[in-house]
């Protein structure tokens, strides 16, 4: 059984950068064809894929955020983590790590989620 499990602070303070780590359990970073990505929800908005990190190393990201992005891993620790930079008030929301089996843009074809982890970004 595949389970995700997202870490890291909840509240940021503006211009600073968000980091978050997702732990995997069940299943491997590097197992072909699995896609591990970043998504956020705002508050009274829809979901929003932010990018994945493919079982090759690559990474694909959104291009709204691309400039602000980075996703890497921990393959030791089977681990992946969002960076994101110069963050305003505007990136406050639940975020998640998922899994998919394609190479999704859209956030909803990733069916498999961690629970979520809201981050505030606030002074």
């Known amino acids: 059984q595949v389970q995700l499990q997202e870490s890291g602070p909840g509240l940021v303070n503006p211009s600073q950068t968000l980091s978050l780590t997702c732990t995997v359990s069940?299943?491997?970073?590097?197992?072909?064809?699995?896609?591990w990505s970043w998504i956020r929800q705002p508050p009274g908005k829809g979901l929003e894929w932010i990018g994945y990190?493919?079982?090759?190393?690559?990474?694909h990201y959104n291009p709204s955020l691309k400039s602000r992005t980075s996703i890497s891993r921990d393959t030791s620790k089977n681990q992946f983590t969002l960076q994101l930079s110069s963050v305003t008030p505007e990136d406050t929301a639940v975020y998640y790590c998922?899994?998919?089996?394609?190479?999704?843009?859209?956030?909803?074809?990733?069916?498999?989620r961690g629970q979520g982890t809201q981050v505030t970004v606030s002074s």
């Open positions: 990190l493919a079982y090759t190393g690559g990474t």
């Open positions: 998922a899994r998919a089996n394609r190479p999704y843009t859209e956030a909803d074809q990733y069916r498999l």
């Open positions: 069940g299943s491997s970073l590097t197992s072909a064809y699995n896609y």
